[in-house]
Every structure is written in structure tokens, then in C-alpha cells.
């Protein structure tokens, strides 16, 4: 299981300062929306320099054309894992599929991950009711779209670690689980709401676990990630 560290920032400059604190403790990194609306690639092009892997958080979700485009663009920019929604539908999970093997094969690029993002870990059954969603629990709606985006071709989906055994056990094991709502023990959930422990996240089977405030807003970046990092390994 890998840690990838959310850089939730609003400029590339406070981004770069909290990968240069945290070191060598981690080498992927997640750039979302927030970044990317303000510093544009730059903060990839920096990423990449420092031999960084990266997770670029866009969640596309658009009519089949716009998002498999778009998807494309993002490939080129040397990431290693892109989202899209997989509510977005299975027309538009299968055009991104295709788009980027053509682009990715044609300019003899590496694939970067096609990630499903399923239910934000931000919302729960209480949202499915809400929206008139009334036959299935979050984990059980989780699954649907992850079946979706499984007979699409992506290669795996984002969602929440409780979902992780459940998702392997029924579309199997090499299907990528990338897990957001990751609190240490006594950590504050902010607005997280289906959260769970590193370790955990570890025992449930998570192949990538997303880490954005424990780490970026801890006094000691360095020492908030060594402090995961061992709690994982022992
Ligand atoms: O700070 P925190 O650890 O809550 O950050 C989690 C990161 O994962 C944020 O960047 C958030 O946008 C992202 N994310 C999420 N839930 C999803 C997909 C992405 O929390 N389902």
C-alpha cells in the first residue's frame, strides 16, 4: 500500500514547500482541483523534477467527448493516476478508456491509472436517501458503480477504505482501490464522514490511500507522515 499526500493548496509555492518539508517520506503526491485551477501543469512539470509520482484529482464527469479529451490532455502531462466520475456514465467511462489507450500507444507513452471516483467520502446514506437513492447502502451503491466502471476497463476506483473489501471480493483483488477519509486514530474528521485508520485501510486491502490534512496542516509534516508510515509498517 502506497501513501499519496492531497495538496490541497491555493499556489504552487505553498505546495512546493510542503513537498520539500515532508522529503523523502513520500514520493506521490495528489494535485486536485484547488491546485490545479491555480497553478495550471506547472505543478506537475515540478512534481515530475523531483521524481514524484502523480495523482491528478480532477474527477472528470461530462458528455463522453469532453471528458475523454480531456482525460487525453491530462495523460500527456506525464501523470500517473487520472479520475474521472463513473456517474458520468459507462459511455463516457468507455470512450476515456479507448481515448487514452489510442493517445498513450500512438505517442508510446506509459498508461497512466484510469481511476472511478464511486461516492465521495464526504457523503453517506443520509445523501443517498436525500437524492432519492433508497435501495442501496453507501457501501452497496459503491459497489454498482464500481462494477460499472470495472466492465468499462478502468482500472480501479476511488472510494472509501470500507468499501475496499467488499470491491475486491467481488470484482477482484487486482482491481485498484484508491482510498480517501484516512484519519489516524484521534485525528479530527473535519469533513470527512466514512473515515478510517491507515492501518486499517492497510488490513482492508486499500492499494493506495489518500492523505491530505493529517499531513499538510500537522506542525511537522515530516514527522505526521513518518509517524503514518511507521504505524503502517510495524
Ligand atoms: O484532507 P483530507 O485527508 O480529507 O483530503 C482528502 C483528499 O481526497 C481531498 O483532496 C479530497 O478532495 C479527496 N477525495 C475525497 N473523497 C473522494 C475523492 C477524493 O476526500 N471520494
Redesign the pocket.
Known amino acids: 500500500m502506497e501513501i499519496i499526500t ?1 495538496l ?1 493548496f491555493d499556489s504552487i509555492d505553498k505546495a512546493k514547500e510542503l513537498v520539500n518539508k515532508v522529503g523523502s517520506h513520500i514520493s506521490y503526491y ?1 494535485v ?2 484547488e491546485l490545479f485551477v491555480s497553478s495550471g501543469p506547472a505543478i506537475i512539470d515540478w512534481l515530475k523534477s523531483e521524481n514524484k509520482k502523480v495523482f491528478l ?1 480532477l ?1 472528470f464527469h461530462d458528455i463522453p467527448n469532453t471528458a475523454s479529451r480531456a482525460v487525453s490532455a491530462a495523460a500527456n502531462y506525464g501523470t500517473d493516476i487520472i479520475n474521472i466520475h463513473t456517474q458520468g456514465g459507462k459511455e463516457m467511462m468507455t470512450k476515456c478508456v479507448e481515448e487514452l489507450q489510442n493517445q498513450c500507444s500512438k505517442k508510446n507513452m506509459s498508461k497512466p491509472l484510469l481511476i472511478g ?6 457523503l453517506d446514506e443520509n445523501h443517498l436517501q436525500e437524492y432519492g437513492i433508497h435501495d442501496f447502502s453507501s457501501a452497496g451503491y459503491v459497489l454498482k458503480l464500481a462494477g460499472y466502471a470495472k466492465e468499462c476497463g478502468l482500472d480501479g476506483v ?3 477504505a470500507k468499501e475496499t473489501k467488499v470491491i475486491k471480493e467481488n470484482l477482484g483483488k487486482d482491481f485498484i482501490t484508491v482510498t ?4 489516524p486514530a484521534g485525528a479530527d474528521l ?3 464522514k466514512r473515515v478510517v485508520t491507515p492501518k486499517d485501510a492497510l488490513h482492508l486491502g486499500s492499494d493506495y490511500i ?5 499531513i ?2 500537522a506542525k511537522d509534516p515530516a514527522g505526521a507522515a513518518e509517524l503514518i508510515l511507521k504505524e503502517i509498517n510495524e
Not at 117 to 122: N, Y
Open positions: 492531497a490541497d495528489k486536485g482541483l484529482d474527477k471516483v464511486t461516492l465521495l467520502t464526504s476511488v472510494s472509501s480517501p477519509g484516512i484519519r473535519t469533513d470527512q489518500v492523505i491530505g490534512r493529517p499538510t496542516a
